[in-house]
């Protein structure tokens, strides 16, 4: 079987793919980057393993480990494939997901709806400045009806009757840990709790200075330069003569993108 891409980026949340685009381009300037998606109709049960299946009848036809991303709900997903098939995971590399992994901008909105007695609406619009910062009235309005899709449509274990809580998990595979010092769904003390459950020295984590939930957005390439930095660490030390494509050029400047929503 001919070598297939060795970096899979995870969407379990349809409708937040637009948020993933600015990263997946910077880092495919360097090495082929390929998207799973999972995707499902509001009649259909949110089953984590039933996309766990899905994912590992995707994944079983590379012939060597991948290195697996994933944002929120989908970094949750690329953790629990990770602690069923290690053997199958080069490394893997969290965005905003915090050491009790379940906890998502979705938990969080569902533990604001229990408390404020405001409607979905109300609240969601709140959240648009709680996970993005302030916005212009349309683009408010349109992000407000991203997030009012993802809550009907992406695999999330939460709801208004319950929201999952996972206690954390420990992988046998290097793990990078990525998020923002100012994001409130899920906060650095969330992410430095890794610390305590890395398996290999190579693992680590970094705090983007800004961004808030979606620091990966705003911050792409400084975000791209710190995988790809972690990628080169799990590298052999002598040479290897494929592996240029997968570290920046010296002069790789982090900026941070505008809020852009198709």
């Known amino acids: 079987m001919p070598n297939l891409t060795e970096v899979i980026c995870l969407s379990a949340s349809p409708h937040l793919q637009v948020f993933n ?3 997946l381009q910077s880092l495919a300037q360097y090495t082929p980057i390929a998207q799973w998606e999972y995707q499902q109709t509001p009649d259909e049960p949110c089953s984590l393993d039933i996309a766990l299946v899905l994912l590992h009848d995707y994944v079983k036809h590379h012939d060597r480990p991948i290195h697996l991303i994933g944002h929120g709900v989908s970094g949750l997903l ?3 494939y990770t602690q069923r098939h290690p053997e199958r995971v080069r490394s893997l590399t969290l965005l905003s997901v915090g050491a009790y992994p379940a906890l998502d901008w979705q938990a969080y909105y569902y533990s604001q709806r229990r ?3 405001c409607s979905r609406q109300v609240l969601l619009t709140r959240m648009v400045d709680i996970l993005f910062g302030c916005a212009s009235k349309p683009m408010t309005k349109a992000l ?3 997030l009012d899709r993802d809550l009907d ?3 999330s274990p939460h709801s208004l009757v319950k929201c999952l809580n996972l206690t954390p998990i420990q992988v046998a595979v290097p793990l ?3 998020g923002s010092v100012d994001d409130v769904a899920v906060d650095p003390h969330q992410l430095r709790s890794w610390q305590q459950y890395f398996s290999e020295e190579v693992s680590k984590f970094w705090v983007c200075p800004s961004g808030r939930y979606f620091f990966h957005y705003f911050y792409p390439q400084q975000t791209a330069e710190q995988i790809l ?3 080169k660490s799990l590298l052999p030390s002598q040479n290897n003569p494929g592996s240029e494509k997968l570290f920046p050029a010296d ?3 982090p900026k941070a993108a505008s809020v852009l929503v198709e």
Request: aromatic share 12%; hydrophobic share 60%; charged share 10%.
């Open 144 to 146: 407000v009806k991203i």
């Open 115 to 117: 408390l404020l007695p």
């Open 78 to 80: 690329a953790l629990l």
């Open 176 to 178: 990078l840990v990525c």
């Open 21 to 23: 685009r600015p990263l």
């Open 153 to 155: 449509n992406s695999l």
């Open 251 to 253: 002069n790789f400047e």
């Open 229 to 231: 930095s972690f990628w």
